[in-house]
């Protein structure tokens, strides 16, 4: 631990043992890290520099407003002033800065996906930089599993959790995979997608199309979700009906509609010497030729009408020949459209979601139906973060560092009596983020925080599609699919009894605790001798944090009544894996 | 055979929880647990929803309409009361228990906001979650059912939706209708080891709960509550279903048909469970069948797979809650997320469609033998007043003794209609 830490060692001996005369002196671990550990910037300067009783604290709205993680993009004022803007205008007060254990354990399953490794923490808490924030997101973000965790949110996006019928989640994944370790600019990624043409494993970006494919519907399925997902619009009602609440047209749903119907999927079968049948081999997506101009839809009264294809009502021709004299790829000329301009949809689109994955909630909700009808908390600023993020030449990294260097991203989720009423969007208030929003951990950043708590990882035994394989074997268990034309699908993993049932006696949490050899529990208990040790090892592995006093008495209570010290650990290490500290983003 | 998961009897397990209490404080955990009666209860009210994901044609099933050219290819024949299709001869022959709501008119028309609408009675809103009808019922009902150790509302294979602003203790529990529950079973662990995690568990979250951030960290530590019940309850034999003998299975599922014989027929055995699950107290259970998204080759599905599966399911709840004079207080409602088109489309099938449309409720003292409203010759609009989902579920809150003047509050402190303010339909309550 930090030399700062132990500064403060002889008063918290002496507050632990008045309230605690159970804990033996050789018990003392150092009290509540959430309190006691280095505050950022101003707090630590004030502790530094010794235990000068003249120097004045400075007021926490001072130390709040001198912050900064390091990063000296001046975009970050912009977002800063215009999130300050809310809580003056709602007369609300922001809440204290987070903690440094709050704040790298938040950051490390933001954008890694998993918990952060106890000498991570350790070696944070340690650290004196005043620029360590900014660092430790530039150093996520050239992590591996940066890749991953991204990979996955998009793969769940695009083809949903439960992979559909002849489609390959291996190829959508090295798509995703790929663009991700490059950076690519989201623009390109998006016109890949859309534009897709190919071999669902050559091209791996076939699979989102194909996915919207499981029933002959014309390219309904693939033209809700595309605007859906890539757009942030909600158009799917106005396939049968002028949509009551927004300014789409059910003829612009199937004007938009127009540039899906040449999709056509191939299903190619290869003979089995094993079951001496033709079975399954790989799925292509192909353009069809001669597609008519027009689209006919059916209106509410019964008459039939034409549309023809437009992009917000500017005319494509889509019957022109490419190069090779073939039709045109309609779905290309789409998504140059879409992609075009210095304020386009699918830049808000993205900006948006990437805001509600790091706050919990984006500037509309729902995240994915953005427009007039459904006014935005930040409408400058979600204007304002487009048009960067466009100049940045759609770089998600960059976009990413704007929105976990901001000031908000670095309060605590402790909400204050105020702000705790006035901004609570779970109970339909706008959201201010004047404190961080509770999130609760996917099934998939569960099951990676448990294999680093565990050290699953630093085995090194499997390739990363033998662990890929495995989780997703293992998330089934959790995927509920509806099997309707739009392939919904919901899950058990929500906080609900089954969710609970696997935490409490499912085979991960039991292999988790398991002491085998090279297991963590095992590598503590033999590498550190005393229990305070242990026992505030486990704290850090599980919630980057120490024990408080009240803990630490449980535990050394714990410790006293077993004769098998090791069933002692196990059970509290199964208690603070299965505890709401642990599960929730906070 | 009152035995827990690991293999102890209940009553001795108890006793070893209570004796490792002595030396750990603070069981907060384990206070619930209380010797219970173990008697089965009848006549108590509850309500059984069989929901039919992807929205099933009602014009082929309950409304049908020959000489139209939006008729297809069934023929009506005669139920209590009214006509039905051809290919549900079982359930006509208990439709004196059951009745028909002909002019639902529900606006939505997209699965997600269909099954939203469906279930609670609002449409969606951005500023609330608003509660499945299910979580109503089980923060109505289950709360009061202190006996009852197994969750308050169950969804077999069903599309429950969220529990909303009544919290996560009121979700539904989904299982399959297998009645399998996974990691239910503490695999043999002694009492004084669970009883330790418990208790270590509730200082690191009580810790958490005072810690100002929002209801979620309370709910988390209901949530476990609930499941460490139902981890040690002996109610858990009502999921299991393999328990009743053959001919009871049979009368659920079917014994043949074109699909191979129909001992797989899952709604069936859905039902089956739900029967066991509402004997043993549980007010509201949800029992899903998919499939009814029939945008191709709607007629050859209905003929072949969906009617002759969904007949037996119907007919063998229905008659068994009647031999077990339990239909006067088990409401059944049957609905999706709409209905489907009149027109027939060029794959001959049918498409979304909410304009005009039915639901089938019965049991639970409501007026059975009966179809309620009208659409029109072509069934393309309702030709008697429309009727909207709330008022379907005032329907089963009336005959489940739920004052339809009962008024939630969001967490916002909102007032929230039960049934958004539905009211019961009068033909039914009579």
Aim: with cysteine; glycine share 8%.
């Amino acid at each position: 631990m930090s030399d700062l830490k132990w500064t403060s060692l002889r008063s918290v001996r002496l507050v632990a043992a008045s309230i605690a005369m159970a804990v033996s002196a050789s018990f003392v671990v150092s009290a509540d890290d959430e309190t006691k550990e280095s505050k950022p910037a101003a707090k630590a300067e004030a502790k530094t520099d010794g235990d000068s009783k003249t120097e004045t604290k400075p007021s926490s709205k001072k130390r709040r407003e001198d912050f900064t993680t390091g990063s000296s993009d001046v975009l970050l004022t912009f977002i800063n002033e215009q999130i300050r803007q809310g809580w003056t205008d709602n007369e609300v007060e922001p809440s204290e800065l987070a903690s440094d254990g709050e704040w790298i354990r938040r950051v490390y399953l933001d954008i890694v996906g998993h918990v952060p490794p106890v000498e991570d923490v350790d070696k944070f808490l340690a650290d004196k930089d005043k620029a360590k924030r900014s660092k430790v997101i530039d150093k996520l973000l050239d992590d591996p599993a940066y890749v991953r965790h991204w990979t996955t949110v998009w793969t769940n996006l695009t083809i949903g959790q439960q992979t559909p019928m002849r489609v390959s989640r291996k190829g959508m994944q090295k798509f995703f995979r790929e663009a991700f370790t490059k950076n690519r600019p989201w623009n390109e990624i998006v016109i890949d997608i859309v534009s897709a043409e190919g071999h669902f494993e050559e091209n791996g970006a076939v699979n989102y199309l194909l996915a919207q494919m499981q029933m002959p519907d014309d390219g309904v399925q693939a033209t809700a979700k595309t605007t859906r997902l890539f757009m942030g619009m909600q158009v799917q009602c106005t396939q049968c009906h002028n949509h009551p609440f927004n300014d789409w047209q059910q003829r612009q749903f199937w004007e938009f509609n127009t540039f899906f119907r040449q999709l056509r999927k191939e299903e190619h079968q290869k003979y089995d010497m094993k079951t001496g049948r033709n079975e399954f081999s790989y799925a292509e997506l192909k353009r069809r030729e001669g597609v008519e101009q027009f689209v006919l839809y059916e209106k509410r009264n019964g008459t039939q009408e034409a549309a023809e294809s437009k992009y917000f009502g500017q005319p494509v021709d889509v019957m022109k020949k490419d190069d090779t004299g073939y039709d045109i790829n309609r779905r290309a000329e789409l998504a140059k459209m879409m992609t075009e301009g210095e304020k386009p949809m699918v830049a808000m689109a993205m900006v948006n979601r990437m805001w509600s994955q790091f706050f919990g909630y984006g500037f509309t909700k729902p995240v994915d139906d953005i427009g007039p009808h459904n006014p935005s908390s930040h409408p400058e600023l979600m204007d304002r973060l487009t048009v960067e993020f466009v100049k940045s030449r759609y770089d998600v990294k960059q976009l990413i560092r704007w929105i976990c260097n901001s000031e908000a991203y670095n309060l605590t989720s402790q909400a204050t009596k105020v702000n705790e009423e006035k901004d609570n969007p779970s109970s339909g208030t706008t959201s201010l983020f004047s404190h961080v929003y509770l999130k609760s951990m996917s099934a998939e950043q569960l099951y990676d925080s448990l294999i680093v708590a565990t050290n699953a990882h630093k085995s090194g035994r499997s390739s990363w599609e033998q662990t890929e394989q495995k989780r997703q074997q293992w998330m089934q268990q959790f995927v509920i699919a509806f099997g309707t034309d739009e392939g919904d699908e919901s899950t058990t993993f929500n906080g609900s009894i089954p969710q609970a049932l696997m935490m409490m006696n499912g085979e991960l949490v039991k292999d988790a605790i398991s002491a085998q050899k090279g297991s963590y529990l095992n590598t503590i208990l033999s590498e550190a001798p005393q229990d305070k040790d242990r026992v505030r090892k486990l704290y850090l592995a599980a919630l980057s944090r120490s024990p408080n006093n009240k803990e630490i008495q449980a535990a050394q209570a714990m410790l006293k009544s077993n004769s098998d010290k090791l069933a002692a650990y196990q059970d509290m290490f199964w208690a603070l894996l299965n505890s709401n500290e642990f599960i929730f983003i906070h | 055979m009152n035995l827990t998961p690991s293999g102890m009897s209940r009553r001795h397990f108890m006793r070893h929880m209570a004796a490792s209490a002595a030396t750990i404080p603070a069981i907060e955990f384990m206070n619930h647990l209380h010797a219970h009666a173990d008697t089965v209860r009848k006549n108590q009210k509850a309500c059984i929803l069989m929901w039919m994901g992807g929205g099933p044609p009602t014009i082929d099933i309950w409304d049908l309409k020959p000489g139209s050219k939006n008729g297809g290819e069934f023929k009506p024949i005669k139920a209590a009361g009214t006509q039905i299709s051809e290919h549900m001869p079982k359930t006509a022959s208990v439709f004196d228990k059951l009745a028909v709501v002909r002019s639902m008119s529900t606006r939505e028309a997209d699965h997600g906001r269909g099954r939203y609408f469906m279930h609670t009675g609002y449409v969606p809103n951005p500023t609330v979650v608003h509660p499945t009808f299910g979580s109503v019922v089980s923060h109505e009902l289950g709360s009061k059912r202190k006996e009852l150790e197994i969750p308050s509302f169950v969804s077999i294979n069903g599309d429950p939706g969220s529990p909303g602003f009544l919290g996560m203790s009121n979700a539904a529990f989904v299982v399959d209708a297998n009645g399998r529950i996974r990691n239910a079973d503490t695999d043999g662990m002694d009492s004084r080891r669970l009883n330790q995690r418990l208790s270590m568990l509730g200082v690191i979250e009580e810790n958490f709960i005072g810690s100002k951030r929002g209801d979620a960290p309370q709910a988390h530590k209901d949530v476990y509550k609930k499941a460490i019940d139902l981890m040690t309850s002996k109610q858990m034999e009502a999921f299991k279903v393999e328990k009743e003998d053959q001919k009871m299975i049979e009368k659920y599922c079917g014994t043949g048909g074109p699909m191979g014989g129909m001992a797989r027929n899952d709604f069936g055995r859905g039902l089956l469970m739900a029967r066991r699950l509402v004997e043993a107290g549980v007010p509201f259970v949800e029992v899903g069948m998919g499939g009814w998204d029939l945008h191709a080759n709607v007629f050859n599905t209905l003929k072949d797979r969906n009617l002759p599966t969904m007949d037996a399911a119907i007919h063998g709840l229905v008659s068994d809650l009647t031999d077990r004079g339990m239909i006067k207080d088990v409401v059944v409602v049957w609905m999706g997320e709409f209905g489907r088109t009149p027109r027939i489309n060029q794959d001959v099938g049918r498409d979304h469609w909410a304009a005009s449309w039915s639901v089938m409720i019965g049991g639970g003292g409501l007026k059975g033998g009966q179809a309620v409203g009208a659409t029109d010759e072509d069934g393309l609009t309702c030709a008697t007043k429309p009727y909207l989902p709330g008022d379907i579920w005032a329907t089963a809150c009336h005959a489940l003794g739920i004052p339809t003047t009962t008024v939630h509050t969001s967490k916002r402190g909102r007032p929230m209609k039960i049934a958004n303010g539905g009211t019961p339909i009068p033909e039914l309550i009579g």
